[in-house]
């Protein structure tokens, strides 16, 4: 999962590009359709953006009916962002990707 540097998690909205790195002058990556960003994974670290409670809440609940989880998955993953996000300075990506993860790996009670 690729968070854009305009908010928006980067699925398969995306385009191919060739720019200049450190590595090659004409190193191949992609770029997001909606807001025209080119990522450079060569040189460049991932973008780390801080968002509020509120935007990273709406950008985890649009993934959520992306992605079409269950109500009480989405409830999960809301509160755990907004443990997350109180507990400490981490970036959005590592925010949202350790949500994720949690939704995914716990049990699945029937």
Avoid at 8 to 15: A, G, K, P
Avoid at 19 to 28: D, G, L, M, R, V
Avoid at 52 to 63: D, M, P, Q, T
Avoid at 99 to 107: G, L
């Amino acid at each position: 999962m690729i968070l854009c540097e305009c908010g928006e998690i980067v699925d398969c909205d995306t385009f191919k590009d060739y720019i200049k790195t450190s590595a090659n002058p004409s190193t191949p990556t992609i770029g997001h359709r909606k807001c025209g960003h080119i990522f450079n994974f060569v040189d460049g670290k991932p973008p780390k953006r801080y968002s509020s409670k509120k935007e990273l809440k709406i950008l985890a609940a649009k993934y959520a009916n992306k992605h079409k989880l269950s109500l009480k998955d989405t409830e999960f993953l809301l509160i755990e962002i907004d443990r997350m996000k109180s507990s400490g300075r981490l970036s959005d990506v590592e925010i949202l990707n350790s949500a994720f993860h949690k939704i995914y790996s716990k049990p699945k009670i029937i």
